[in-house]
């Protein structure tokens, strides 16, 4: 598990210190009070395979990069070695993608889609993240 500050109001996840004016998923503002909170357990990282075994397999995020023109690069993202399932009961909600720690995209999901996305972002960085959002079992996240 892997400790991050948690918004109250939606759950959105920052994996930087650097705590913004209003919380990027949901819009709301940090002035009223303490919108996110520091929680021990808020992410699953692979080092829960030796716990979770097969479900962990279907939860961490899989991020592939390749360089493109002009300085941008292609970050793509699925859901995860063996693909989530995506029914009713049991599917990845949401995609976000970090670049340095800091939120870049949010693909939000519904159960009829794959459970995957990508962004084209103009980066010098190696430092990328993708925190996938299961309904049932939290929030997994792959670093590279
Ligand atoms: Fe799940």
């Known amino acids: 598990m ?11 996840i920052l994996l ?9 998923s ?3 503002g940090t ?10 357990d808020a992410l699953h990282t692979k080092e829960d395979v030796a ?18 023109e002009n300085g941008y690069k292609n970050i793509s993202v699925t859901v995860g070695e063996l693909e989530h399932p995506m029914i009713k009961e049991h599917f990845i909600s949401k995609i976000c993608i970090y670049i340095d ?3 870049v995209s949010m693909t939000v999901l519904t159960k009829d889609l ?14 990328i993240s993708a925190v996938a959002h299961c ?5 997994w996240i792959t670093s590279i």
């Open 2 to 12: 892997k400790k991050a500050l948690v918004c109250s109001v939606c759950g959105h």
């Open 16 to 24: 930087t210190k650097n705590i913004p004016d209003v919380c990027p």
């Open 26 to 28: 949901c819009c709301s």
């Open 31 to 40: 002035k009223i009070f303490k919108l996110f909170d520091e929680k021990e």
């Open 51 to 68: 716990v979770a075994g097969e479900t962990e397999k279907k939860h961490l995020p899989v991020i592939k990069v390749v360089d493109m």
């Open 101 to 103: 720690d800091e939120f």
């Open 114 to 127: 794959k459970p995957e996305t990508g962004i084209k972002v103009k980066t010098d960085s190696k430092n």
């Open 135 to 139: 309904n049932i079992h939290g929030s």
